[in-house]
């Protein structure tokens, strides 16, 4: 895995203009980028760094090109010198943020928040210099809080200006439920900005709300309230939808390169150079252009996509491994030839014996797959001139005797034909 860390601040003071310009890149909205130069100019002027708060939902912690999105920012802030404060949720975790939700979430025990923090900062550190991070964890002050503490909190926002906040105005206008613990949950996040005194808190555009509320309790306590700066939402790769892991349209940090490459090249065209701009060290400059080139045809699409699959997989791999996953992805996709690595696998006795095997239960049951569902409608390359489509479709065991590749793996059985694979 090639870390994106970069270790030790810039060499040189960075002025405070210049620090803005350059963390101005890619941000969706900053609230406001008067106050973030006030900020900046102050930090210079008192020789202190910025604190800039992330929080951590350990409801989630597989990062994929979404989280990577702020996380990447967050870095920018550690190269300029200042302190990435991440707070691990433990104690609104067993809340669960209900931002675009439209339901309750279900609590979360201690030991799947401490398992959930673990696999985040373990991903993070490839992005992140964790090691110089302040990671803090809200039970420290949430779980001190009294019932005078609860009210005072709770006696600095309104109910109504709770609602104004797209999902729990979508909730209440279709009859659905609202716990009220559901209403504490930005009032947390709020309080975790007053307990470290954050000077920026950083998240997507769906945290916009959660983290102006943390303006104004920040007032309310009588800090200064936190400059919000928020990073645009990466779709996945149906290009429709936010990059989730469970709707299966996401580019995992720490996927394989040949993977990677491979999901990259199946987003459509239209979000190349988002992706350029999100998800690459390529300036804005080079965003722009592959845009226009886009735009009015004189750019192939899948030059550019190839490039954008290539920086991204370099950038967490490096430009060897990005090289051979375009390789691999051509053997397999343009070439229509299967690698000399291919694995094999052993039906299971238990499948061995049975009439009719459905080959999407055989690759989940092989640990080859992670849904049935996803695997309908999937197609092969050619093995030994023989092209297998339709995995929907049951097999009769009186067919085996042919070989064929799904994916990359070959599928041999142990019992009933030694010598064969299983036909789709």
Not at 99 to 111: A, I, K, V, Y
Not at 134 to 142: D, H, K
Not at 182 to 187: A, N
Request: a negative charge; proline letters at 6%; hydrophobic letters at 40%.
């Amino acid at each position: 895995m090639h870390l994106l860390a970069s270790g030790p601040a810039m060499g040189g003071p960075v002025e405070p203009e210049d620090q803005l310009a350059a963390l101005l890149v890619g941000a969706e909205q900053v609230v406001s980028e008067q106050d973030l130069l006030g900020k900046l100019r102050g930090s210079r002027q008192e020789d202190r760094p910025l604190r800039i708060k992330l929080g951590i939902d350990p409801s989630r912690p597989d990062l994929h090109l979404g989280h990577a999105v702020v996380l990447r920012k967050l870095q920018r802030f550690q190269d300029l010198g200042h302190v990435a404060v991440l707070i691990v949720g433990d104690f609104t975790g067993r809340v669960g943020d209900p931002s675009g939700r439209s339901e309750t979430r279900p609590f979360l025990s201690e030991e799947e928040i401490d398992a959930n923090a673990q696999t985040y900062f373990d991903q993070a550190g490839i992005i992140l210099d964790v090691e110089r991070a302040e990671v803090r964890r809200n039970s420290e002050w949430l779980a001190a809080l009294d019932m005078g503490g609860v009210l005072r909190l709770t006696s600095s926002y309104t109910v109504a200006r709770m609602l104004e906040r797209d999902d729990f105005e979508g909730r209440y206008r279709d009859g659905q439920s609202i716990s009220v613990v559901e209403f504490l949950y930005p009032l947390m996040q709020a309080y975790d900005s007053v307990a470290v005194r954050a000077d920026v808190e950083m998240g997507g555009t769906d945290q916009t709300f959660n983290l102006l509320v943390g303006r104004d309790i920040q007032r309310a306590y009588g800090q200064e309230p936190q400059v919000v700066f928020t990073m645009p939402l990466l779709e996945g790769t149906d290009g429709v939808r936010k990059m989730s892991k469970s709707l299966d349209n996401y580019v995992g940090i720490t996927d394989p390169p040949e993977e990677m490459f491979g999901r990259l090249m199946s987003i459509p065209d239209e979000m190349i150079a988002k992706y350029v701009r999100l998800c690459t060290p390529a300036g804005p400059g080079e965003a722009d252009r592959v845009a226009a080139g886009l735009a009015d045809g004189t750019m192939d699409p899948n030059r550019a996509k190839r490039g954008m699959a290539r920086a991204v997989v370099g950038l967490y791999w490096g430009d060897g491994a990005a090289g051979a996953a375009e390789e691999r992805f051509d053997l397999i996709h343009r070439r229509r030839e299967v690698p000399d690595d291919v694995p094999e696998v052993a039906l299971p006795a238990s499948l061995a014996g049975s009439e009719r095997v459905w080959l999407p239960k055989l690759l989940v049951a092989l640990g080859l797959a992670s849904s049935r569902l996803l695997l309908l409608g999937t197609a092969t390359a050619p093995v030994d001139g023989l092209h297998r489509r339709s995995y929907h479709r049951p097999g009769p065991r009186k067919d085996w005797g042919e070989r064929f590749r799904m994916g990359a793996v070959f599928l041999t059985s142990e019992q009933g034909n030694p010598e064969g694979g299983i036909p789709a």
